[in-house]
């Protein structure tokens, strides 16, 4: 019998959790943003839970390239751009639309041959500071861009830095609006958070909203809002068996460095999973997980292939017994990435990003046998 961990990915949630964005963005079209593998799902594993967006936003030549290969006809987005002169070439044959964030990319494009005009996202840096052009070099940007014979349609696009969180979005729609307000264009400012948090406002929501962490089932503003609050599902869930349990007297230790000590008696439950499964390491004692459904804790370090688990909650648990690591339970029960995440002192994204190759993984319906055999 293989080891009993695996990981479950749900493309009916992930379909409804786009369509919880397209709520939020009233008549806007959405990008579900597919980078880093569809957020560690796999592109092709979650594919049908895809088709309900209106584009896919990426930043690799190759996940670009797959969706073609998948026969997705509809608009695909580079977010970063080209990366070197002979990206474009890959734009041209597969229609590819590309954001231009830095004057090196006009460059590259004025010097590139091609029947096809682009299509551009000229990126403004409204404050986030990584990637774009400053108010005081848009336009001048703008200008060599609508020039060029290789580029068609020029539209506009920024990135929030602080939609999840107090300081909010008013100072980078500001300089936004300021500096694009009298340029022609579609325009796209909001990442999941600002959808679920500020597209109320028609600049913000725009013409394309680009719905990231929302749509794999994580609250982009989690501990302020959870899942719940939001409407969405997890689109995957990691879980595994019992493979030994423990009981320990007082004063008895658990694990590597004896981070956690018994205060009474107590039983304990070996979990096959640990941190070269992608169960992030630095959860500490307390971290939540279900055991049959039934919530409880993690006790003392992760291992590389193992942790523990406090069964005191569910004294029925023995070897064999169902963990849920994140995602769907049994008889309904749900563990929020974003509550491992938090207690381990990370974000959604990471975890489901860091899935590690050795899990074996299955595409389900998110209702189907959630208590079915591992
Ligand atoms: C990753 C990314 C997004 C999606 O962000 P989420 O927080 O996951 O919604 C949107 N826009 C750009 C430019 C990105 O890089």
Redesign the pocket.
Known sequence: MPRPIEALLHPDALASNLQVARRHAGDARLWA?I?ANAYGHGIERIWPGLLGADGL?MLDLDEAQRVRNLGWRGPVLL?EGCFEPRDLELCSRLNLWHVVHHETQIDWLAAHKTHQPHRVFLKMNSGMNRLGFTGAHLRSAWTRLNALPQVDEISLVT?FSDADGPRGIAHQVAAFHAATHDLPGERSLS???AILRHAEAADVRADWV?????SYGSA?DFPEHDIAHWGLAPAMTLRSRLISTQTLQPGDTVGYGSRFRAEHPMRIGIVACGYADGYPRHAPTGTPVLVDGVRTTTVGRVSMDMLAVDLTPVPLAEVGSEVTLWGNGPDGSVLPIDEVAHAAGTIG?ELMCALALRVPVRVVDSAQDMSGSA
């Not at 680009?210 to 929302?214: C, P």
């Open positions: 943003v980078k936003a977010l990135h990442n999941s958070a680009r719905s990231g962490i929302l982009p994204y």
